[in-house]
């Protein structure tokens, strides 16, 4: 029986091209965001998927809504975005 789940490089891929978009560093966002740098490089190379709580505090500190991020997401999912 197949169980989808939500591809955790996608998911650091898209929250990496948003940070590219605004030009700042990892280091940057991860303060904004209040998280650790580690934590958010993790994040960006699809090791971990963060919580609902840390994304919507990247989504915060990138000043892109959630639903902008999630759209994308949905796009890199279904393979419609360039990488």
């Not at 948003?18 to 090791?47: C, N, P, T």
């Not at 994304?55 to 991020?69: E, R």
């Amino acid at each position: 029986m197949y169980i989808p789940t939500l591809d955790p490089q996608s998911v650091g891929r898209v929250i990496a091209y948003f940070r590219k978009q605004k030009g700042i560093s990892q280091e940057v966002l991860s303060g904004l965001a209040d998280i650790g740098r580690s934590h958010l490089s993790a994040i960006e190379r699809g090791e971990r998927k963060p919580t609902l709580e840390t994304f919507y505090k990247i989504c915060l500190a990138l000043d892109v809504s959630m639903s902008t991020v999630i759209r994308r997401l949905e796009e890199d999912l279904a393979g419609k975005t360039e990488k």
